[in-house]
């Protein structure tokens, strides 16, 4: 069982059940799985305006964690994407930097780990000309980022970034990806998303950052494309549950 964990870019309310295409980027995962005779299963657990360290709107991600994925019966990866609405709510009441997002971060692997979860990350999707983006805020995404595809922290780190941004300006997502609001990805990008995720991350593969195959995603928003795999081994050892 793998769960969808994040905030209105996951949830996708437009891309819901009743949808002409179920297009959220945990619903193409699933459908993927069943096209390649896979096992898993896709839950989706995401709340729009969701934030990773305090109350947005519902219990920050932290605070759910247990009811949201550990309750989920045979979970065993967890695929996160949070951390835009903590970097809008930056401000002289709320002065949040990189440390406390990375922190938070922390709490989740911690919490992955001791109960044996595989735990998959993205780093925060670009957002420049949303109306919340700051150039203080953006030095915040771009440090939490690097922490991301650095740290080792993870199991591996899923460039969802690297689909969706506009090649000449990476801080802010491509035109053909965006919904008209530059905060959440449309309809091709959520399915470019979820074809840009390596199946073979699910079948107990070591420790590794993926990064998309950016020209594949170009030729194709509704088929899985190849995707080249970059080992941090030397800087990331694999972890065995």
């Not at 891309?15 to 005779?37: H, I, K, S, T």
């Not at 903590?86 to 971060?105: H, K, Q, R, S, V």
């Not at 993926?210 to 190849?226: L, V």
Request: one cysteine or more; a neutral charge; glycine letters at 8%.
């Amino acid at each position: 069982m793998v769960v969808a964990y994040g905030d209105s870019i996951t949830d996708a309310s437009s891309c819901a059940e009743d949808a002409p295409v179920q297009c959220r980027w945990g619903d193409v995962l699933g459908r993927r799985f069943a096209q390649a005779a896979m096992p898993h299963v896709v839950v989706t657990q995401a709340i729009g305006g969701n934030r990773l360290l305090n109350r947005g709107r519902g219990p920050s991600a932290l605070e759910r964690f247990d009811r949201d994925v550990l309750a989920v019966p045979g979970v065993s990866h967890v695929l996160l994407l949070e951390g835009v609405n903590d970097l809008a709510g930056i401000g002289p009441d709320n002065p949040i930097g990189a440390e406390d997002l990375i922190a938070g971060y922390r709490q989740i692997v911690a919490r992955a780990r001791e109960h044996h979860l595989k735990i998959f990350i993205s780093p925060i999707l670009p957002w420049k000309n949303s109306s919340r983006h700051t150039a203080e805020r953006e030095e915040v995404r771009l440090a939490v980022n690097n922490w991301i595809r650095t740290s080792g922290a993870f199991d591996a780190v899923i460039e969802f970034d690297r689909v969706v941004a506009d090649p000449a300006d990476p801080s802010q997502i491509a035109a053909r990806y965006n919904t008209g609001d530059s905060l959440h990805p449309n309809a091709d990008g959520k399915i470019a998303m979820a074809n840009a995720i390596d199946l073979g991350l699910f079948r107990d593969a070591p420790r590794h950052t993926y990064q998309a195959n950016m020209t594949g995603c170009e030729k194709s928003a509704t088929s899985p494309t190849n995707a080249h795999i970059s080992s941090t081994r030397g800087r990331v050892s694999p972890r065995r549950h």
